[in-house]
């Protein structure tokens, strides 16, 4: 509220009230951020957990204000590695206690929990170990009993937008559009489309229902209430005809059988005059020479065509949309790209990837199936975390991008 008002006139938030926030912060923090007991293992009193959870939250919503500033006036953003070992905000039961017993009790339980140590908020930062089943198990753990404060913090983790992946369709966004997106995930960029359609809705669908349950945690902790997310398939969409103003995907044509077939769906579903939207990634580059991230392309392109899949098909989309049915003067054609740069940007890409690579579905089928040797995917690992150290580092990537109208 403060930060977006007054309506039109100068910003109340300026550098100087920032340097005081972070002032606060760091006197907040200076005298400790964990009890002594919790260090221990043991349970603290009720009053002495309150001050300290209260101190962890207060800092942490100076770091986010923070970083929302920066992220609007365009400056750097930072990951905040002096809070490195700090426990991530939980849990809602504890929060939500209204008497010493039953904060006794949950605490009990939840230090059962946590026997293997409490969750640290950089285990939430995307790293190297991200996608390791212990690092995932640990994660959903976590945010099965976080509440909307933990939530919000996590939310901040899907790097994934709408403005950094679907900048051609936002102008098409109206307040009251109801659009779908198909192939959602974990469903970062369907619920910015929601909150760019408060009287409109969105349905995020997927093919498999594990990313859905993410999806909906990230939803509910924005508090959106127009939008829902189903299971479904692509090639068989359960709707009637004409239902939609949007039918999006973002990097889902690349992965399925019969894109052709995708699109035809899509335009049955969307109204007359409405808009079927595809972005798909084309070629890639990056800087220094890499052997490693050479050979994951290699590797990923030939396993994709191998399994009947159309690996980065960002310049042919508007072929196959013209095949489903769309007149090539109705769909317009525009490319938008995503640059991986800052230590932070290595370190998500880079960093989930080197992770795929070590222990994946990829990693597995790669193996299974001859694509390529453990030493291979080894080296393809170590590739992507010389990426992710060197300070000149960064990777380009190109996509194609069509707006076709019915
Ligand atoms: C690269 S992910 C993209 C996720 C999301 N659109 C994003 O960009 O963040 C591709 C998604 O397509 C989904 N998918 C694959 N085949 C599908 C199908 N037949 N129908 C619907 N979704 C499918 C996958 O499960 C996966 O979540």
Redesign the pocket.
């Known amino acids: 509220m403060l930060y977006f008002s007054p309506r039109g006139g100068p910003s109340l938030v300026n550098d100087k009230m920032m340097i005081t926030l972070m002032e606060l912060a760091f006197r907040t923090a200076r005298n400790g951020l964990f009890c002594t007991a919790e260090l221990a293992h043991a349970r603290p009193t009720w009053e002495s957990w309150i001050v300290v959870a209260a101190k962890r939250r207060a800092v942490f919503t100076m770091y986010l204000f923070s970083s929302v500033y920066n992220t609007d006036r365009l400056l750097p953003n930072f990951v905040a590695d002096e809070m490195r070992g700090v426990y991530a905000p939980g849990n809602k039961a504890l929060w939500e206690a209204e008497d010493r017993e039953t904060w006794s009790k949950e605490y009990d339980r939840f230090m059962l929990r946590w026997e293997d140590g409490m969750l640290e908020i950089s285990e939430l930062w995307r790293s190297a170990e991200t996608g390791s089943a212990e690092r995932r198990e640990r994660i959903e753990r976590w945010v099965q009993s976080a509440d909307e404060f933990g939530m919000t913090i996590f939310g901040t983790h899907n790097w994934?937008t709408a403005s950094n992946?679907t900048a051609y369709l936002l102008p098409h966004i109206s307040s009251t559009s109801k659009i779908l997106?198909?192939?959602?995930?974990?469903g970062?960029?369907s619920v910015d489309f929601a909150s760019r359609a408060p009287q409109g809705n969105v349905t995020g669908?997927?093919?498999?229902p594990d990313?859905l349950d993410q999806a909906r945690e990230l939803a509910s902790s924005k508090g959106l209430t127009n939008i829902e997310f189903r299971v479904?398939?692509?090639?068989s969409l359960d709707f009637p005809d004409n239902t939609f103003d949007i039918v999006h995907?973002?990097?889902?044509l690349?992965?399925?059988?019969d894109p052709v077939k995708?699109l035809q769906e899509m335009r049955r579903v969307v109204k007359p005059g409405g808009i079927v939207a595809a972005r798909e990634s084309s070629v890639m580059t990056w800087y220094p020479e890499n052997k490693g991230i050479g050979a994951w392309l290699d590797i990923t392109t030939r396993m994709a065509k191998a399994k009947g899949g159309n690996p980065h098909p960002g310049r042919l989309i508007h072929v196959w949309a013209e095949q489903a049915g769309f007149e090539q003067s109705r769909i317009q054609k525009s490319t938008g790209s995503w640059c991986f740069s800052t230590p932070e940007e290595r370190q998500y890409w880079g960093g989930s990837m080197g992770a795929r690579a070590r222990s994946s579905g990829f990693a597995k089928t790669a193996l299974e199936e001859g694509f390529a040797t453990k030493e291979e995917l080894e080296s393809i690992s170590d590739g992507w975390k010389e990426f992710v150290d060197a300070e000149q580092g960064w990777f380009g990537l190109l996509h194609g991008e069509i707006l076709c109208r019915k």
């Open positions: 994934r992946s997106d198909i192939g959602c995930g974990p970062s960029i669908i997927e093919y498999v990313p479904g398939d692509i090639h995907v973002h990097q889902v690349q992965h399925i059988a995708a």
